[in-house]
C-alpha cells in the first residue's frame, strides 16, 4: 500500500496538473499561475520558477496548502501592502476547501494605484477565476484483480460497464483476469455482488490503494 497516512483527508478537492490564467485592470496586468503540488518543497520550487519567468514583473505574490498533519498554510504580498495579496488568495484556497495546490500572482504595474480594497478584489479575483471549472478531487481507489470462467464474462462485463469502473487491462488465457480501480468507499459493495452475482466462482484480489481524480 502506498502511504498515505500523513494526509488530512484521503480524499480532497485540488486541480489537476498546472493552470493559467491572465486579465488587466487599470492598466495592470495580472497573471496568474497555478499547480497540483504534493509537498511544501514543491510549491517553493514552482513559486521560484514563476518569479524567474517574470523577473520583471513589480510582484510575484503567492500562496499555497499542503494536505500534511498539520497542514501547511503559507502567502507572501511580495511588496504589495499587508494584507493585500496572499491573504486573498490563500482565502479562496480555504473558501474552496482545496488542499496541495500552490498559486502565484503576478502583476505588472499600469501606473496607476488600485488601493488596498481594489488590490484585494483583483489578487481574489486572480485565483478564483484562474480555478473556475478547473476544480476536482483525489479520491483513493484500490487496485483489484478479478479472475474468473469465460462462461461468466458476459454478466461481469455488463456489470462492469453499467458501473463505469476503471479497467485497467483485460487478459483472456486460461481464464479471464480484468484489473480495474475501485473507489474504497465500494469496494466492499463490489466485492460482494460479484461474489453474489457468481455464485462465489470469482477470485477477487486487492492489489494497492492509490490516489486518482475524479470529477
Not at 498546472?18 to 497555478?34: A, C, L, Q, W, Y
Not at 523577473?55 to 493585500?84: L, V
Amino acid at each position: 500500500m502506498r502511504d498515505i497516512s500523513r494526509k488530512i483527508s484521503q480524499n480532497y478537492k485540488t486541480i489537476e496538473g498546472e493552470i493559467k490564467d491572465e486579465f488587466e485592470i487599470e492598466k495592470s496586468v495580472f497573471i496568474t499561475n497555478i499547480k497540483y503540488v504534493e509537498s511544501e518543497e514543491e510549491a517553493l520550487s514552482f513559486i521560484a520558477k514563476i518569479k524567474e519567468k517574470y523577473k520583471d514583473a513589480n510582484h510575484n505574490c503567492h500562496a499555497y496548502i499542503i494536505n500534511q498533519k498539520p497542514e501547511i498554510k503559507r502567502y507572501s504580498d511580495d511588496g504589495e501592502p499587508q494584507g493585500s495579496a496572499g491573504l486573498p488568495m490563500l482565502s479562496v484556497l480555504e473558501k474552496e476547501k482545496l488542499f496541495n495546490l500552490v498559486a502565484v500572482v503576478t502583476r505588472y504595474f499600469g501606473g496607476k494605484k488600485l488601493g488596498k480594497g481594489g488590490l484585494v478584489r483583483a489578487y481574489t479575483k486572480g485565483v478564483s477565476d484562474c480555478l473556475d471549472g478547473k476544480i476536482t478531487y483525489r479520491k483513493i481507489f484500490i487496485e483489484s484483480k478479478i479472475t474468473f470462467d469465460y462462461n461468466l464474462l458476459g454478466i461481469i462485463e455488463n456489470f462492469l460497464n453499467e458501473k463505469n469502473y476503471i479497467i485497467i487491462e483485460k487478459n483472456f488465457l486460461e481464464n479471464v483476469r480484468i484489473n480495474l480501480y475501485i473507489r474504497k468507499d465500494e469496494f466492499e459493495n463490489f466485492k460482494k455482488k460479484l461474489i453474489d452475482m457468481t455464485s462465489s466462482n470469482i477470485k477477487i484480489e486487492k492489489l494497492d490503494e492509490i490516489m486518482l481524480y475524479e470529477e
